[in-house]
Structure formats: structure tokens, C-alpha cells
């Protein structure tokens, strides 16, 4: 996590560990609670032609909001 100091001025506030495919945040302005969202996922399947990049898909009903406390 990245603390703001100054509009040009951030430092290094905490390395946390979350899961795979947890991207977005969002924080709690009155506990500071960070918030991000994940789940687990399946096999990743071979590329074709029409999907060179495929990703894999969401295992159902595996989805955790996670919270992270500093």
C-alpha cells in the first residue's frame, strides 16, 4: 500500500499479501480498512487464433471481499 504525502511525495505504507486476480481497492477513510475483492480461478485454456490471450475463468462460488488492516 502507497501513503500520500504530497501531490509528488508517496512512500511504501505496508506490503500486504492478498489473492491472485485482487486488483481493485477501496479504503475506509474512518478505520483505514482496505477492501479489495477475489476468488479462485480454473486452468488457464490454450490460445486460439480468436483468443490469444485467454484468461481463465472464476471458480462459482468462490468470491471473498478481503480485508486488510494495517
Known sequence: MIHEDSPDSF???ATVPTKRGARTMTVDPKTHRVFTASADYG???AATPEN???RPAIVPGTF??????Q
Open 11 to 13: 512512500h511504501v505504507a
Open 43 to 45: 486452468a488457464t485454456p
Open 52 to 54: 490469444p490471450r485467454p
Open 64 to 69: 471473498v471481499l478481503l480485508v486488510l488492516e
